[in-house]
């Protein structure tokens, strides 16, 4: 982007502090884009695996429960959940609630929280009974 | 109303009123995903086993082909509108961002049509021997 330099540029990245609110915010987009990409394209190739048969579908899940298949499953789900509760507090700053510092700052801390115990869950709950 | 057509500023609607529908659109899917892919999870959950028989025989029933289908279509939907606003930051070359819709839009239909014809081949023939 072409800019003028005798102009200020307005302060950015490398001048404010980090802050949880900052951090929930860029977490949104890496995950999203995590997402969009790994993501989307395991699904599919899950769906493809077991629409072409048997082997195709051994293929598959000799790749997922490999160590690197887990290390990228493992990521993957803890990328939903983030995902998932920085999308519901989008929901609510997009009702124009959330915006006091003090409960900003609890609830972009929370979605950490929460998608941790839920990755954890998640994976408790797929790990008895499977296996 | 200083700006728009005649015919606009004579309405009185100024634009065309569509500004919000990227916006919107990311939201709606956003919801999709969020009922359906927790679906899919607590389905996996409950699933006997994650082997080829117990997933394209769960796969096949018409009540989880369909809500699949619609949760691909939502996902795909959802990741075009939000690949897209990252690729209007981050690319600041016309040409360059022009081949980034290109091929973001070639991967969102591309990805969805693929998901939707599997869920459906699977939901048509079954288990195959």
Request: charged letters at 10%; one cysteine or more.
């Amino acid at each position: 982007m072409a800019r003028s330099t005798s102009r200020p540029l307005s302060p950015h990245l490398t001048i404010w502090k980090w802050g949880p609110a900052m951090a929930v915010s860029i977490m949104h987009r890496v995950t999203g884009n995590g997402l969009a990409t790994a993501g989307a394209l395991g699904l599919v190739w899950w769906l493809m695996a077991a629409a072409s048969g048997p082997e195709a579908y051994a293929t598959f899940v000799t790749c997922a429960t490999s160590p690197i298949g887990y290390l990228v499953m493992a990521g993957l789900s803890w990328f939903f959940f983030q995902h998932l509760f920085s999308g519901l507090r989008h929901f609510v700053l997009d009702m124009g609630a959330g915006y006091e510092l003090k409960n900003n700052k609890i609830w972009s801390l929370l979605t950490f929280v929460l998608s941790t115990l839920a990755t954890l869950a998640f994976w408790a709950a797929i790990c008895t009974g499977k296996f | 109303m200083g700006t728009g057509t005649g015919i606009g500023r004579v309405r009185g609607l100024g634009s065309a009123r569509h500004g919000a529908h990227h916006w919107l659109a990311q939201r709606y899917t956003a919801v999709g995903n969020l009922l359906l892919v927790l679906w899919l999870l607590f389905s996996l959950i409950a699933l006997p086993g994650l082997d080829y028989e117990s997933v394209v025989g769960w796969i096949s029933h018409p009540l989880v082909a369909v809500p699949l289908m619609l949760m691909v279509v939502s996902i795909f939907m959802h990741l075009r509108l939000g690949m897209q606003v990252m690729l209007e930051d981050y690319v600041h070359d016309k040409g360059l961002a022009f081949f980034s819709m290109l091929v973001l839009n070639f991967y969102a239909f591309g990805g969805a049509a693929a998901g939707v014809f599997a869920i459906a081949k699977i939901a048509f023939t079954g288990i195959v021997k």
